[in-house]
Nanobody, 120 residues
Framework: QVQLVESGGGLVQAGDSLRLSCAAS????SGWFRQAPGKEREFVAA????????YYSNSVKGRFTISRDNAKNTVYLQMNSLKPEDTAVYYC?????????????????WGQGTQVTVSS
């Protein structure tokens, strides 16, 4: 039984920051993906079971930070210097099955998504 619940999205201006949370993420290799209308689901970031390894897409590297607190069973995505092109529904994922961690079909579990809108 795995239930993922994202929170922390909202409407902000370019240059602002948001911190997304993914509750009940479990102790698995986990990720964040995003999807804008008419676009494919896009890899954002991933993190190892204990937070020892992190991975980022080129589009967010240097601006976003993924972390986890296993005591709280939560994965976070700190988003700084937000841009209008970051606007999307953000999904957290868990239950990585192996293979390419940037491919959404390699994760077993997903949250319902949280909307991030960046205006400019």
């Amino acid at each position: 039984q795995v239930q993922l619940v994202e929170s922390g999205g909202g409407l902000v201006q370019a240059g602002d920051s948001l911190r997304l949370s993914c509750a009940a993420s479990g102790r698995t290799f986990s990720g964040w993906f995003r999807q804008a209308p008419g676009k494919e689901r896009e890899f954002v970031a991933a993190i190892g079971r204990n937070g020892g390894s992190t991975y980022y897409s080129n589009s967010v590297k240097g601006r976003f930070t993924i972390s986890r607190d296993n005591a709280k069973n939560t994965v976070y995505l700190q988003m700084n210097s937000l841009k209008p092109e970051d606007t999307a529904v953000y999904y957290c994922s868990a239950g990585f099955l192996g293979g390419d961690y940037t491919e959404y079909h390699n994760y077993d579990y997903w949250g319902q998504g949280t909307q991030v809108t960046v205006s400019s």
